[in-house]
C-alpha cells in the first residue's frame, strides 16, 4: 500500500455542478500532484503543490483549482462541470518538489462521472 | 511543445513471445525518462527510469537520442505483465512529468 488516500472513490453529479475532491500524501511527504486520466487523452497533469505552495501547473481549466494546507492534505475543486470532465482524477505524493528526482506514489483515484 | 507518443492504445501478445511497446518523445534539452505501469485493481508505479539503467521484472528500456525513443522491451512475456504501461518525461522548464497516452498490454496464455 502506497499510503496515498483519496476520497471518494466514485462521484456522480449533473453538469454545472462543483464538487471537491480529497487527498491525502503519503506521511512524510510534502508534494501532492493531481492528474486527470481520461479514455481519449490518457494521464495528463494538472498541478503539483509542494508543502501548501503551488509549485507547478499543467493542463489545468480554469474551472479547476486546487489548494493544500497545513497538514499537507490536498483538495481539487471542480467547478461549472461539464460532460467532458468525466474522469478519473489522481492524487500522488512524493518527498520532494521535483517530480523526476523522488518517485511519486499514486493513490486509487477518484472516478468521476458528470451526467 | 514536450510530448510523448505512444502509437499503440493496445498491444497483445502470446505469453512466452517478445513484447517491445513503443515510445517517443519531441524535447529540446537532455531527456529523462521513465515508465510508469497500472497493474488491474492497482495503482500506478514506476516501473523504471532510463538513468538507474536497470531491469525491473525483466523489462528494460533504452534511450535513443538518435531515435527520440525509449521502447520498453521484455523478451519473454508472462500473463502478469497485463497491464496499462505509461511512458514519461521530465519537463524541466514547466518542472513536471509529461506522460503519454498509455498503452495497454495484454499477454495472451
Known amino acids: 500500500d502506497s499510503g496515498v488516500t483519496q476520497t471518494p472513490k466514485h462521484l456522480i453529479t449533473a453538469t454545472g455542478q462543483r464538487v471537491t475532491l480529497r487527498c491525502s500524501p503519503r506521511?512524510?511527504?510534502?508534494?501532492v500532484y493531481w492528474y486527470q486520466q481520461s479514455l481519449d487523452q490518457g494521464l495528463q497533469f494538472l498541478i503539483q503543490y509542494y508543502n501548501g505552495e503551488e509549485r507547478a501547473k499543467g493542463n489545468i481549466l480554469e474551472r479547476f483549482s486546487a489548494q493544500q494546507f497545513p497538514d499537507l492534505h490536498s483538495e481539487l475543486n471542480l467547478s461549472s462541470l461539464e460532460l467532458g470532465d468525466s474522469a478519473l482524477y489522481f492524487c500522488a505524493s512524493s518527498v520532494g518538489a521535483d517530480p523526476w528526482a523522488d518517485e511519486q506514489f499514486f493513490g486509487p483515484g477518484t472516478r468521476l462521472t458528470v451526467l | 511543445a514536450q510530448r510523448v507518443t505512444q502509437p499503440e492504445k493496445l498491444l497483445s501478445v502470446f505469453k512466452g513471445a517478445p513484447v517491445e511497446l513503443k515510445c517517443n518523445y519531441s524535447y529540446s534539452g537532455s531527456p529523462e525518462l521513465f515508465w510508469y505501469v497500472q497493474y488491474s485493481r492497482q495503482r500506478l508505479q514506476l516501473l523504471l527510469r532510463?538513468?538507474s539503467r536497470e531491469s525491473i521484472k525483466g523489462f528494460t528500456a533504452d534511450l535513443n537520442k538518435g531515435e527520440t525513443s525509449f521502447h520498453l522491451k521484455k523478451p519473454f512475456a508472462q500473463e502478469e505483465d497485463s497491464a496499462m504501461y505509461y511512458c514519461?518525461?521530465?519537463?524541466?522548464?514547466?518542472?513536471?512529468?509529461?506522460f503519454g497516452q498509455g498503452t495497454r498490454l495484454t499477454i495472451n496464455p
Open positions: 532510463h538513468i
Open positions: 514519461a518525461l521530465r519537463d524541466q522548464g514547466a518542472q513536471k512529468l509529461v
Open positions: 506521511s512524510g511527504d510534502l508534494s
